[in-house]
C-alpha cells in the first residue's frame, strides 16, 4: 500500500524558514508568502501531525521539542532530496549540487587554490564554499553533515567518519633568514627543542605533537610567543620574533620569495599523515566523489613539482572505498 504523507514539502520549507528566521512576520518576507497563508500552512500541519511545532511569544516563536525533532528530520529529507537531484542529474553527465570542503588552516593556503581553480573549471554547476578549522572541529562539522567533506589531520578514527588516507607530509622547522640555523641543510630536533618557538595554542594538533617529543626527551618546549592564527604564526617568524615547525606546503610561497626558510627535521624526522573524512551514515554525492578525485589529483601534482614534501597515501581505487556505503559494524556503539 502506497505512503500516504500528511504533510507536503511546501509546509516543511515554510516550517524550516520560520525556524530559522525566528518569527513569521520574517519568513514571510522571505518566501514571498502572505503572513496568513504561512500560519494557516503551519497550523494544517500541526493538526495532521497531532502536535504543537513552535511555541510563540512576544518576539517570535521558538521551536518545541517535537518542533526540534521535525527540524532535524527536514533538514536531513531536504539534504537527500537535493543530493538525489543532483545525482539523477549526473547521469546525464551534468554534475550539479552545493558541496561544503573543509580545510585545515595550515593547508588552506597552498592547496584550496589549485582545489577550486580545478574543480571550478571542470565542474561549473556545482557551488563549493570552503571553510577552515582546526581538525577536531573539522571532524565534528563532517559527522553533523555541516561540512560534505574534509581534510584533516588522520588520527582520532572516529567511528561514525570514514578515513580515507591522503598524504603523510614531512615538518620543517621554519626560520627567518640570516640565523645561524638558515643555512644548515638539517636540524636534528633536539636542536628544535632549545630554539624559541612560535606554536599554537594548547589544544592544537601540531602544539600536541611537539609537547610529547619534548616530553619523551625530558624537554620543554621553549615558547617564544602563542599564536592560533596561522599567517600571523608565519609572519612573525618572517618578523624574526621566533621560529615554527610546519609543513613545507605552508610555507612554499614564502619560501620562494626568500622571507623565510625551511629546514628538515630529523633524528627522528617528524611526520603527519592528513585524510579525506566523509560521514560513514550519508554516501557521498557524485559531486563529492568528483571533489575527492579532484583533490587527490592536486596532491599528486604538488608532489610532482615539490610544492607538497611528502609521500601520498592512496592508491588508484581509493575513491571506491568512498563510494562504498559505510554502515557500523556489529561491535561499534
Do not use: C
Request: aromatic residues 6%.
Amino acid at each position: 500500500m502506497p505512503f500516504q504523507p500528511k504533510i507536503d514539502l511546501r509546509q516543511l520549507n515554510s516550517f524550516v524558514t520560520i525556524a530559522d528566521m525566528g518569527s513569521f512576520s520574517r519568513a514571510s518576507e522571505k518566501l514571498f508568502v502572505a503572513q496568513p497563508a504561512l500560519s494557516r500552512q503551519i497550523r494544517l500541519m500541526e493538526e495532521a501531525l497531532n502536535v504543537e511545532v513552535f511555541v510563540r511569544h512576544g518576539r517570535g516563536v521558538v521551536l518545541t521539542a517535537a518542533g526540534e525533532l521535525l527540524y532535524e528530520k527536514a533538514q536531513t529529507m531536504f539534504q537527500d532530496l537535493e543530493r538525489t537531484q543532483a545525482d539523477v542529474s549526473a547521469i546525464a553527465g551534468e554534475v550539479t549540487g552545493q558541496l561544503t570542503l573543509g580545510m585545515l588552516p595550515t593547508a588552506a593556503h597552498t592547496f584550496s587554490g589549485g582545489i577550486i581553480e580545478e574543480f571550478r573549471r571542470r565542474y561549473p554547476q556545482v557551488t563549493l564554499a570552503i571553510k577552515s578549522a582546526m581538525s577536531g572541529t573539522l571532524q565534528q562539522m563532517v559527522s553533523q553533515h555541516r561540512v560534505d567533506l574534509a581534510i584533516t589531520y588522520n588520527h582520532g578514527k572516529l567511528k561514525h567518519l570514514h578515513y580515507t588516507p591522503l598524504i603523510e607530509e614531512r615538518f620543517y622547522l621554519v626560520s627567518p633568514p640570516g640565523t645561524e640555523v638558515a643555512g644548515r641543510s638539517e636540524l636534528t630536533l633536539d636542536e628544535v627543542l632549545e630554539l624559541p618557538l612560535v606554536m599554537p595554542e594548547e589544544k592544537h594538533g601540531l602544539r600536541e605533537l611537539m609537547e610529547k617529543e619534548a616530553i619523551k626527551r625530558h624537554k620543554k618546549l621553549e615558547l617564544a610567543l602563542e599564536v592560533n592564527a596561522w599567517p600571523l604564526m608565519t609572519d612573525l617568524v618572517r618578523r624574526g620574533l621566533g621560529y615554527t615547525i610546519l609543513s613545507f606546503a605552508s610555507v612554499h610561497e614564502l619560501v620562494q620569495r626568500q622571507e623565510v626558510v625551511a629546514i628538515p627535521i630529523h633524528s627522528p624526522e617528524i611526520n603527519r599523515s592528513l585524510a579525506i573524512v566523509t560521514p560513514k551514515d550519508l554516501p557521498p554525492s557524485i559531486a563529492a566523489i568528483k571533489l575527492a578525485e579532484t583533490i587527490m589529483n592536486q596532491v599528486t601534482l604538488q608532489v610532482d613539482d615539490g610544492i607538497w614534501k611528502g609521500r601520498p597515501l592512496f592508491r588508484n581505487n581509493a575513491l571506491d572505498n568512498l563510494t562504498a556505503a559505510s554502515t557500523p559494524s556489529q561491535d561499534e556503539d
